[in-house]
């Protein structure tokens, strides 16, 4: 997902409108659930009431959600499972006949600056994130006081 500085206006409303109705939705579980009541996004009354195109777009934008953290995981992940087959007596040393002895050790030194790299981007991105989200926390539990009330 782009950074919002290099989204469009639309793209902006889209995102913030997808990042609200999420929003919503989880106000109304968590109303749900102070009942003992567990309620699916898709059988809240948020979500009913939004027509189709609305529900199509929210499915859309949670499915990129868990596409995102996936691969957010699997780029973390990935240098350090190759470096640790290159470390392995077994795959290291056909790895480093193949590559040469020089090239392997450039390439785990590579492997774990890009692995350095990927750690610190996720670190300052999930930051950011944790702040926007203390930041609209205050909102949602104003919401929620606001729905458990009537």
Do not use: C
């Not at 793209?11 to 109303?31: C, P, T, W, Y």
């Not at 934008?61 to 957010?72: C, G, Q, T, V």
């Not at 990935?78 to 392997?104: D, K, Y």
């Amino acid at each position: 997902m782009k950074a919002l500085t290099e989204m469009s206006d639309k793209e902006k409303k889209n995102f913030f409108s997808m990042d609200l109705a999420e929003r919503m939705i989880r106000v109304e579980q968590n109303v749900s659930a102070s009942f003992n009541r567990y309620v699916p996004y898709y059988q809240t009354e948020y979500y009913k009431s939004m027509n189709e195109r609305q529900k199509e777009d929210f499915k859309k934008y949670l499915k990129h959600k868990k596409r995102k953290k996936f691969l957010s995981v699997l780029s973390i992940f990935l240098p350090l499972i190759l470096a640790g087959f290159l470390s392995f007596s077994i795959t290291g040393n056909v790895i480093a006949e193949e590559i040469g002895q020089e090239n392997s050790s450039m390439l785990v030194i590579s492997l774990i600056i890009v692995f350095f790299i990927l750690f610190f981007y996720f670190f300052y991105s999930s930051i950011l994130r944790k702040k926007l989200d203390r930041k609209m926390n205050n909102y949602v539990k104003t919401l929620n006081n606001i729905v458990s009330r009537h």
